[in-house]
């Protein structure tokens, strides 16, 4: 479910906040759920984890938390699926026809 914080970069279609947004959350998804397996932790428990940097952002922007989860949720979706569309296009540039030996 979290991304790296590397994973935000290039993807010119965010703005800076929600660049920020999205760095500042998987930077502190990095640090306390460390090396958890996503698939196997509850949902409830990763957000129960997040609950502090979501909520100091949405006292800094004056949203509701559920808001900034949202947000976020929307962000990580957005970059996720630009991330496999861009491994689809290397994958199908560089795959090889074994069929042409």
């Keep these: 479910m979290f991304q790296t914080t590397k994973n935000s970069n290039g993807f010119p279609s965010l ?3 929600e660049k920020d947004m999205l760095s500042r959350i998987n930077a502190y998804a990095e640090k306390v759920l460390g090396d958890i397996d996503p698939q196997k932790t509850r949902i ?3 957000l ?3 609950k502090p940097i979501m909520q ?3 006292d800094e922007k004056n949203m509701a938390l559920e808001d ?5 949720m929307d962000l ?3 970059v996720s699926a630009k991330q496999d569309a861009m491994l689809k296009e290397d994958l199908d540039e560089n ?3 074994f069929t042409e030996f």
């Design 68 to 72: 900034v989860f949202i947000k976020y």
């Design 44 to 46: 409830s428990f990763q």
């Design 15 to 17: 703005s800076e906040e």
């Design 76 to 78: 990580a979706s957005i």
């Design 48 to 50: 129960e984890q997040l």
């Design 56 to 58: 100091e952002i949405a």
């Design 95 to 97: 795959l090889v026809d």
